[in-house]
């Protein structure tokens, strides 16, 4: 069997899959999904993938390139007329275009009573500089962060007295996404700041790590340190509501604890990076993942 891994940068990731799916006999290779051709000027409407004369039965996506709204539209059309031409996509499109969009995540999140912090999203930045006067009475921190965005870029405080950023500013883009900041417990009496990543897959939890960072960010790709967690039901309960609400194959759920104990779901990630996670895991994240997709066309790898 061949198979497409869509992404524009393999990296470690994509070399760790290549790999797991090469240990199942299959034969990974990498594409963008620009290279593709949505192709209606046959009797049947058709996708055309470089090195492929007929349609996988499966593709891994490990990413979706940023760039204009008919861009971004074609490339995520390619995956949906895929998955209309009987073709499993991994994950789901439906779940990757839910969990890119922070706002529709938290909506969701909201909707389905999982905690999650308090999140205003507005065009208007008289709405947002309202809801700003309204935290800063409230003694609430806000948090703005891109729309559309990964591994802590453009995350940043919006303080009381500092100007609103243009609507146009890299990283807001036109739409202001707020949320309460939640402070972390201390650690060791020490402020740490912390949160939590939880890898879910195929409806259960595989792996999960703390994650301390150096500032108030704590990705990984911002410097943060991974640390391993013994097994927690508060946890590991919270990340599956999560997966479950957003109908998903398989992610990378963040989660922080407030001061007072309660936990709260950041975001879900559709296309997880787990390097960092991989590093205290005990368990072949890749493997999982692989024999995870495998099995969604019947595959049995065990």
């Known amino acids: 069997m061949k ?3 869509f992404t524009d940068d393999a990296g470690w990731h994509g070399a760790r899959l290549k790999e797991a799916f090469a240990i199942r006999g299959v034969d990974a290779v990498f594409l963008s999904l620009q290279e593709c051709v949505i192709n209606l000027s046959g009797t049947s409407p058709t996708i055309q993938i470089p090195g492929f004369n ?3 039965p499966l593709v891994f996506v490990r990413g979706v390139a940023g760039g ?9 059309n390619v995956l949906h007329m895929l998955s209309m031409l009987n073709v499993k996509i991994y994950n789901d499109v439906k779940a990757i275009e839910r969990t890119v969009d922070k706002a529709m995540t938290s909506f969701l999140l909201k909707k389905n009573g999982i905690s999650t912090p308090p999140t205003w999203v507005s065009e208007s930045r008289s709405q947002v500089e309202n809801i700003r006067q309204i935290a800063a009475q409230n003694n ?6 891109p729309l559309f965005g990964s591994q802590g870029l453009g995350v940043r405080k919006l303080l009381a007295k500092e100007p609103l950023p243009v ?3 890299q990283f807001v883009d036109g739409v202001y996404y707020l949320q309460e900041l939640i402070e972390t417990p201390k650690i060791d009496g020490n402020v740490a700041p912390h949160d939590y990543r939880v890898f879910v897959i195929g409806g259960s939890v595989v792996a999960a790590m703390k994650r301390v960072g150096n500032t108030w960010v704590n990705n990984v790709a911002a410097g943060g340190r991974c640390e391993k967690v013994a097994e927690n039901e508060q946890l590991s309960a919270l990340a599956l509501q999560a997966a ?3 109908e998903i194959d398989y992610c990378g759920v ?7 104990g309660q936990y709260y779901v950041l975001e879900v990630n559709s296309i997880p990076a787990w390097k960092g ?8 994240i890749a493997q999982l993942l692989v024999d995870d997709c495998l099995s969604k066309i019947g595959v049995i790898t065990n």
């Not at 204009?68 to 995520?76: D, E, F, W, Y």
């Not at 996670?277 to 072949?284: G, M, N, Y």
Request: no cysteine; glycine share 0%; charged share 10%.
């Open 54 to 56: 007929l349609l996988p």
């Open 277 to 284: 996670l991989q590093s205290v895991a005990e368990i072949d």
């Open 167 to 169: 609507p146009m500013q």
């Open 68 to 76: 204009t709204m008919q861009q971004v539209i074609t490339r995520l």
């Open 254 to 260: 963040d989660i922080i604890q407030s001061a007072s």
């Open 244 to 246: 479950s609400v957003l």
């Open 140 to 145: 609430q921190t806000l948090v703005l962060k």
């Open 3 to 5: 198979i497409p891994i």
